[in-house]
């Protein structure tokens, strides 16, 4: 007997409903009614609460075949949540190019290195274009932070495609403005993030 009819069983003997059932386990009814149609399977807590609550091991609930799968599926899923939040990171720091004294500032016969706030040396649309590029950049890290946490990875990797392309449009526009501290350190982030994606891609 698989695990989704041995679970359909256990539901039916305790007189539960898939809506109670999912109450008792802190999950939905459209996850039980997944799990008990064999379209999925619990992660490993609801597998133990599902074990306490019904009086069962896992090993009784779950062939070994089955426990691969679901611990393989697992700690693909865990990666992938690392991944997404080392990428939501490196675009969050993009507030560093804000305050740090990346922009050259023409102060008399010599240039100072100022942060974004105190820099005036350039054209009003080129600035305006480095706050917009900045502050969509820490919108994708946060919205990316939060999709991470609840496995929206289709949605994660959308956006960690548009943030690849604003760096690249950033990274342009810094060497073209003769920026060149700015447009260093963000190809860096940027060779950081290829390498993420690269890596979570092999892992995957």
Sequence with gaps: M??????????????????????????????????????????????????????????????????INIATTENRSNMSKVFGYIYAVLDIMAIAFVFLPLYGQPVGTYIQAVNLFNYTNTAHIILV????????????????????????????????SISLVVDIIAIVLFFATREPYAGALLFFFFVIKVLTVLKEKQVK
Excluded at 5 to 19: A, F, N, P
Excluded at 55 to 62: C, F
Excluded at 135 to 141: C, D, K, L, P, V
């Design 2 to 67: 698989e695990f989704n009819e041995k679970l359909l069983r256990l539901r039916k003997d305790k007189g539960m409903t898939q809506e109670e059932l999912g109450e008792l386990l802190y999950v939905s009814r459209t996850a039980i009614s997944k799990w008990e149609s064999g379209k999925g399977y619990p992660n490993i807590d609801s597998l133990k609460s599902i074990s306490k609550l019904f009086g069962i091991s896992i090993d009784e609930l779950l062939s070994g075949e089955e426990l």
């Design 129 to 160: 274009s480095y706050w917009v590029i900045f502050i969509s950049m820490i919108g994708f890290g946060l919205t990316q932070f939060a999709l991470s946490h609840f496995e929206k990875d289709k949605m994660r990797s959308t956006i960690s």
